[in-house]
């Protein structure tokens, strides 16, 4: 065998043993990879009953199952305690048919009558004419015919037959909070009562406002004023009070808040 081909043999089996050696490395690295992985894996896995043998073993002597005794017996006396409360519930439903938080109806209404006061309610109402006589009633929405302006429109309010002087009532308890002089219908006075109420008298007598002053106290049933002729936008109609009311600040029909005589239903009798 020549030198050359010598040479090449052992460059070829020096080759090899590299080859070799790295494998080995590969495979043990990875087999140590694989048992650190399995490491950690059941490291992170928790056994079944571990943690109460591991507390068994902390505490010598049994002390952890009598802990855990006095821990049931603890929880058995606040179950008990709680007894009487749910059975005291169940007495009152049986009793009153309600839980605690409900009411019944009428206690509702009490209630609600509890938070609304005297000065927030709606007094009681009357005609503003002693017997007087309604010859035209109120229409809010539907027109009804002018006699002085030639043609239809709303009426907010009653007019009550009655001659010039005829002493004009209070229609409630309240406060004069105006005495003007309307254009169109003429000296006019303004009352605010509870409720958020307000009623409005109009075609007054001149002298009304010798009578009544913006700020005065006034009863049901004294004297505000006087009837007279100084609604121009009426003053074809016969004589009468201008009589109209709000609630709220909206228009209401007077009629449906006291008791007062219509002109048609005087007429029904005499059939």
């Excluded at 090449?8 to 080859?19: D, F, S």
């Excluded at 048992?35 to 056994?47: H, T, Y």
């Excluded at 002493?167 to 509870?194: K, Y």
């Amino acid at each position: 065998m020549t030198n050359a081909s010598k040479k090449q043999n052992r460059i070829l089996l020096a080759t090899l043993a590299l080859v070799l050696t790295a494998l080995i490395v590969l495979v043990a690295l990875t087999s140590s990879a694989n048992r650190k992985a399995k490491a950690e894996a059941e490291a992170r896995e928790p056994v079944p009953g571990s943690r109460v043998e591991d507390r068994a073993a902390e505490e010598p002597d049994g002390i952890g199952s009598a802990n855990d005794a006095e821990d049931a017996v603890k929880t058995e006396k606040e179950d008990e305690s709680k007894v009487p409360e749910t059975e005291a519930v169940e007495e009152q439903v049986k009793t009153t048919g309600k839980e605690k938080g409900e009411h019944t109806e009428e206690e509702e209404d009490a209630a609600v009558n509890a938070t609304v006061g005297p000065e927030e309610m709606l007094p009681v109402f009357r005609a503003p004419i002693e017997g007087g006589v309604v010859v035209k009633g109120c229409s809010l929405t539907v027109p009804v015919f002018s006699a002085t302006m030639n043609d239809y429109r709303v009426h907010r309010g009653l007019d009550f037959a009655c001659a010039p002087g005829t002493p004009v009532l209070a229609a409630a308890d309240g406060v004069v909070t105006e005495v003007r002089r309307d254009p169109m219908m003429g000296v006019t006075v303004v009352m605010r009562h509870s409720g958020d109420a307000e009623t409005t008298y109009q075609g007054l007598d001149e002298h009304t406002n010798e009578i009544a002053h913006p700020g005065d106290r006034v009863a049901a049933g004294q004297v505000i004023g006087a009837s007279g002729e100084t609604a121009l936008i009426e003053s074809a109609e016969e004589n009468h009070l201008h009589f109209s009311m709000t609630v709220a600040g909206k228009p209401v029909d007077p009629g449906e808040f006291m008791e007062v005589t219509q002109l048609s239903e005087l007429y029904e009798d005499t059939k």
